[in-house]
């Protein structure tokens, strides 16, 4: 579990520096420049995120359970599931109508898929990874309507539909294969 928790110290550490000390990251870019503050960035980012990645994995199998979700509440899990593969494909894509009525969609798939997850999973191991995911998601909304970040002007409604599109076709890929063969877990 150790592995799981450092990973998840390093990884939203470095995501949560502009939400707990704003002034001491715009001091740090200053004085190390804007190259090598998002080098070091990636690095923690990447390094975190493979440490969470690995420590989940070494601790599922043998966390304690500490509920059981009902089985019909895997097919809720996925259910908003596809809110969230949207949600983000949103956000990757150009802006279209739904980027700027969502305000920032990344954070809203990460908090439907965390607390996806959180119904569909009731070991300490999963409730450790997707609580953390959902309160930092919580925070870093919060910490973004703070500092009255810019939404994005609309643009075409076509961009929405290709958003759509895509992560409706990623979503399917991952029912289908990419869930278990990336974690191991077939989703349904």
């Known amino acids: 579990m150790s592995v799981l928790i450092i990973g998840l110290i390093l990884f939203l550490g470095a995501h949560s520096v502009r939400i707990a000390a704003p002034g001491w990251r715009d001091q740090r870019i200053a004085a190390m420049g804007e190259g090598p503050w998002k080098g070091l960035y990636s690095l923690v980012s990447i390094v975190g995120f493979v440490l969470l990645v690995w420590g ?3 601790a599922r199998p043998e966390a304690p359970v500490l509920y059981e979700p009902p089985v019909w509440m895997k097919h809720v899990t996925a259910f908003l599931m596809i809110f969230a593969f949207v949600s983000l494909a949103i956000y990757a894509a150009p802006a279209g109508r739904l980027k700027p009525m969502l305000k920032h969609p990344m954070l809203v798939a990460i908090k439907i898929w965390a607390l996806a ?6 070991d300490l191991a999963s409730i450790l990874l997707f609580g953390t995911f ?13 500092r009255a970040a810019p939404v994005p002007a609309a643009g075409p409604v076509l961009n929405d539909v290709i958003a759509i599109v895509a992560g409706l076709v990623v979503y399917v890929l991952f029912v289908w294969r990419l869930h278990e063969w990336l974690f191991g877990v077939m989703p349904l």
């Open 134 to 146: 959902l309160v930092w998601a919580v925070f870093d909304r919060i910490s973004v309507k703070r």
């Open 117 to 122: 997850h959180l119904l569909a999973n009731g």
């Open 56 to 58: 989940y994995g070494l």
